[in-house]
């Protein structure tokens, strides 16, 4: 059973830039489809990016597309998002999520980290 644990959140002003990780345990992104979803308080959970196994292929949702970067580094068994050019609009908790389906919705994924809050500041 992997076990997911960000880190990275906090409060950054509009404009700015945050790195969130996802740090995988009792097993490797290499064999999931790895997700950031994000929620925002009495909003559903909403997608945000996702990769291949591989990690070749990458997705993300229309709002983020150009401005967020989801990677990975094998060697730490991590994987990250890098968010530029934050909205206020985009304050919420991330989650990392791992699954077998190229789907973008949350009941794909199977695991899921305990997330990580993100402050977007006006």
């Known amino acids: 059973q992997v076990q997911l644990v960000e880190s990275g959140g906090g409060l950054v002003q509009a404009g700015g830039s945050l790195r969130l990780s996802c740090a995988a345990s009792g097993g490797t992104f290499s064999n999931y489809v790895t997700g950031w979803f994000r929620q925002a308080p009495g909003k559903e959970r909403e997608y945000v990016a996702r990769?291949?196994?591989?990690?070749?292929?990458?997705s993300y949702a229309d709002s983020v597309k150009g401005r967020f970067i989801i990677s990975r580094d094998n060697a730490k068994n991590t994987v990250y998002l890098q968010m530029n050019s934050l909205k206020p609009e985009e304050t919420a908790v991330y989650y990392c999520?791992?699954?077998?389906?190229?789907?973008?919705?949350?009941?794909?994924?199977?695991?899921w980290g305990q997330g990580t809050q993100v402050t977007v500041s006006s």
């Open positions: 990769m291949s196994q591989s990690g070749g292929v990458t």
């Open positions: 999520a791992v699954g077998v389906a190229w789907r973008t919705v949350p009941s794909a994924y199977r695991n």
